[in-house]
């Protein structure tokens, strides 16, 4: 298994951050390739820069990606190679905390490996996922996809799939259920006590800063943190 020096991941509503985006040749970080990163920085509440590229994976982009995202290798035969384009979102990024969509165990894992081998640098932003934001924000939910998110808040979805689309998509639905954290704190008298579903707030690693997560073990259901194997801690149930 290959261990990542990620930041942490965090859960809260920030008024500034920067929310990215990758599209890619397939869903496997050790065998394929970055094809379109996409960020924008927010400030108070509202977008204020966006940083967007085609990348050149060099090799030929499979037809079920272009399938889902609409990217050809006619698209990305001028664009730049991962080395300029993760450089570039380095930049743009500096030591903003950033938001995605399922990039706890996708878009983060890409961009550290490819900030890794095209600049032997590590990606350590911490970050927020708003895939299990929405899972606790909206527990009722079958799915909890970006587009099925954006269509419970009315936010128009055209254009899915493509990563800049994505990330202000995916703004306005952090915003939304950030709107719905800050209220069910307020009703519950203090932060962190209950979610808007109802159900108990993921407790915080001590240790790392990371999320705690129920699992069970040989002796029965313990906490473990969701940064493991980069964080060892645990905590029993009472």
Request: hydrophobic share 35%; net charge negative; with cysteine.
């Amino acid at each position: 298994m290959k261990i990542r020096n990620k930041g942490k991941r965090l859960s809260g509503y920030l008024k500034d951050y920067v929310v990215f985006d990758l599209e890619t040749t397939g869903v496997n970080p050790n065998v394929d390739d970055i094809i379109e990163i996409s960020a924008v920085r927010v400030c108070g509440h509202e977008i204020t820069g966006e940083y967007s590229t085609l990348v050149n994976p060099g090799r030929h982009i499979p037809a079920g990606a272009t399938a889902i995202n609409g990217i050809t290798d006619e698209m990305v035969e001028d664009a730049p190679d991962i080395g300029a384009a993760i450089a570039g979102f380095m930049e743009f990024i500096g030591d903003s905390v950033l938001v995605g969509h399922n990039i706890h165990t996708f878009d983060t894992n890409f961009a550290y490996d490819a900030a890794w081998n095209a600049l032997n640098r590590e990606l350590k932003n911490d970050y927020i996922d708003t895939l299990f934001m929405a899972r606790k924000c909206l527990p009722k939910l079958p799915h909890h996809k970006l587009t099925d998110i954006s269509e419970y808040f009315h936010i128009e979805t055209k254009g899915a799939h493509r990563a800049l689309n994505d990330c202000v998509m995916n703004q306005k639905c952090y915003e939304e259920m950030g709107k719905l954290l800050a209220a069910a704190e307020a009703a519950a008298g203090k932060s962190g006590r209950r979610n808007p579903g109802g159900e108990e707030e993921e407790l915080i690693c001590p240790s790392c800063g990371g999320m705690l997560i129920k699992r069970k073990g040989q002796y029965g259901y313990f906490y473990g943190c969701s940064s493991f194997p980069g964080c060892r801690f645990t905590k029993n149930i009472r």
